[in-house]
């Protein structure tokens, strides 16, 4: 059960890309969404992530306020607004599922989908 990430490309420091988290055969509806991403040489690391009931938003120091996470369960997708995007966002985002946005840095994804490379350059 991978989820598949979309949307990524190259942008402008300050531009704008929407992120599209889609799975083939499941619903995400019953699942915590998170997003992660990984930067060259470094650890992959969560980012931002949305509660089965959408109560629960949380995001990292590093984005907030200026990436923002929502669902669209008619399309089966979750998507993360990034706005203001910064050279340290460049990485390749993925997504994952699971039951909680708790400890979403621990969370154990036994195999991940195909993640989208973002790329903030001038």
């Known amino acids: 059960f991978q989820l598949q990430a979309s949307g990524g490309g190259l942008v402008q420091p300050g531009g704008s890309l929407r992120l599209s988290c889609t799975a083939a055969?499941?619903?995400?509806?019953?699942?915590?969404i998170g997003w992660f991403r990984q930067k060259p040489g470094k650890e992959r690391e969560g980012i931002s992530c949305?509660?089965?009931?959408?109560?629960?938003?949380t995001y990292a120091d590093s984005v907030k306020g200026r990436f923002s996470i929502s669902r669209d369960k008619a399309e089966n997708t979750v998507t993360l607004q990034m706005d203001n995007l910064e050279f340290e966002d460049t990485a390749i985002y993925y997504c994952?599922?699971?039951?909680?946005?708790?400890?979403?840095?621990?969370?154990?994804?036994?195999?991940w989908g195909q993640g989208t490379q973002v790329t903030v350059s001038s």
């Open positions: 949305i509660s089965a009931s959408e109560l629960t938003k």
């Open positions: 055969g499941f619903s995400l509806d019953h699942y915590a």
């Open positions: 994952a599922k699971d039951y909680s946005c708790r400890e979403l840095d621990r969370w154990y994804i036994p195999s």
